[in-house]
């Protein structure tokens, strides 16, 4: 199948130009076949990958892993990271003209920032289904401690090859679920900010990526079958979760707190290192929210939910978490200017009954949990071995990883019952 790029460069209700610069997606069987004819143009195309997706697709690309050049990151525990950013860049040749990612989120986002460095354009070849980044014009990073979204590039193809990603182990297969399932609180975080603050939302991109969840979540018993239509479904689903990033310009239709969460564990500041791929501590991060956002919901409907004037940082509570890593300046940058500062309160006040209208279109915390669980995917914070008591503290400190509103940071404003103290 050859994703129709046309339909999304049309004319849009929002009048905003979606610029993608993705040329061509291909999910299909066999979609490695179009490599030979997409890098006969350059002189020193490289493939980037590490053991594992080597690996997986060795036969399907044992041709190219034969006749171009192969920089195989080396480590158990590869990070998207300063430090393996540096890796790369030493061990890169310098007359590489082109990159060919082999692999799933990390190879890429190492791929795409290498490639902006560098002023080339890369080729993606995801090896699992486990990640909506392909696409994506940024990179997630750590850089220096820090959970970053860096200026990347997007790559010029993406040749999703059935024969490929169906045949990755499931663990992976679950984490694209996850990540997906994720953009339910996503969307919603998106929704809630255009009604309270006005910020641009496109009517067009926010029903394509609804949609696209919805019709994977109809599957996911197939899915789990590996049923290859189906994978072929979570596939376009995730890519498209990526276009609608480029359409929009950043990454506000695909991540909202449910990605805080993962990003602030990811981080470190709050518990130890864990083991565990990036969609499952989406997964996790999206029951939390989804369970929080319950509570303000029946709180509204209820009205038993105050507006009181949270915006002013929590100075004291970053200087006990942040500041005891060594991070509280650098939270601080990340954060200013405060996104809520000109917070219109009395009109969060009038807008409550219409975010309550939005948080009905959630889908309930149990009913996710069990969905989740039935598809094999990762549900609970002892499934990431996190202590249950640092949830609070979590959904407290999350909302300052990114300069982003979300209701989660919204909420800082509203006061009821179970709410954060």
């Known amino acids: 199948m050859k994703v129709d790029l046309e339909r ?9 130009t979606h610029d993608i610069t993705v040329k061509g997606v291909y999910i299909e069987s066999g979609a490695v076949k179009y490599l030979s004819e997409l890098i006969a143009d350059y002189a020193h195309p490289v493939i980037l990958c590490d053991a594992r997706t080597k690996a997986a697709a060795s036969v399907s690309m044992a041709q190219y892993f034969e006749k ?18 540096e890796i790369v860049q030493k061990q890169l040749t310098k007359e590489a003209d082109i990159l060919i990612a082999v692999g799933a989120g990390t190879i890429h986002d190492l791929t795409r920032y290498v490639a902006y460095t560098r002023g080339i354009n890369f080729i993606s070849v995801p090896t699992a289904a486990s990640v909506d980044g392909f696409v994506s014009s940024v990179a997630a990073m750590t ?24 045949k990755a182990p ?7 679920i996850s990540d997906l399932m994720g953009k339910y609180t996503a969307l919603l975080d998106w929704r809630v900010c255009h009604i309270v603050t006005n910020e641009y939302l496109c009517e067009e991109v926010y029903k394509l990526e609804f949609e696209a969840v919805r019709e994977v979540e109809s599957v996911l018993t197939e899915i ?21 990033m480029q359409m929009i310009g950043n990454s506000r239709p695909a991540s909202g707190a449910e990605h805080h969460v993962s990003h602030l564990w990811e981080m470190e500041i709050i518990n130890d290192y864990i ?6 501590k989406v997964s996790v ?18 009205g038993t939910c105050e507006v009181v004037d949270g915006r002013a940082y929590e100075t004291e509570l970053l200087q006990q978490t942040f ?9 601080l940058d990340e954060n200013n200017p405060n996104v809520m500062a000109g917070l219109d309160l009395a009109n969060l006040q009038v807008k409550l009954p219409q975010i309550a209208e939005e948080l009905e279109r959630l889908p309930g915390s149990a009913e996710m949990q069990k969905l989740l669980a039935n598809a094999g995917c990762v549900t609970t914070m002892s499934d990431l071995q996190i202590p249950s008591e640092l949830k609070n503290v979590t959904l407290k400190l999350c909302p300052y990883v990114r300069r982003r509103l979300t209701l989660l940071r919204l909420a800082k404003n509203l006061k009821f019952p179970g709410s954060l103290e």
Request: proline letters at 2%; a neutral charge; glycine letters at 8%.
């Open 8 to 16: 999304l460069k049309k004319p849009c209700s929002c009048r905003h």
């Open 68 to 85: 171009i050049e192969v920089l195989e990151v080396e480590g158990d525990d590869i990070h998207a990271n300063d430090i393996y950013v």
């Open 143 to 166: 850089w220096h401690g820090m959970k970053k979204t860096l200026t990347a590039v997007a790559p010029l193809y993406v040749l999703a090859d059935t024969d490929i990603f169906a």
């Open 170 to 176: 499931f663990r992976l297969t679950a984490s694209g």
């Open 224 to 244: 789990r079958g590996g049923n290859s239509a189906c994978m072929e479904k979570l596939m376009y689903a995730l890519i498209l979760s990526g276009l609608a």
């Open 275 to 280: 083991d565990a791929l990036h969609g499952e």
């Open 285 to 302: 991060g999206l029951i939390l929210c989804l369970e929080y956002y319950e509570k303000i919901r029946e709180a509204i409907k209820k």
């Open 323 to 331: 500041g005891a890593k060594g991070k509280y300046q650098e939270a």
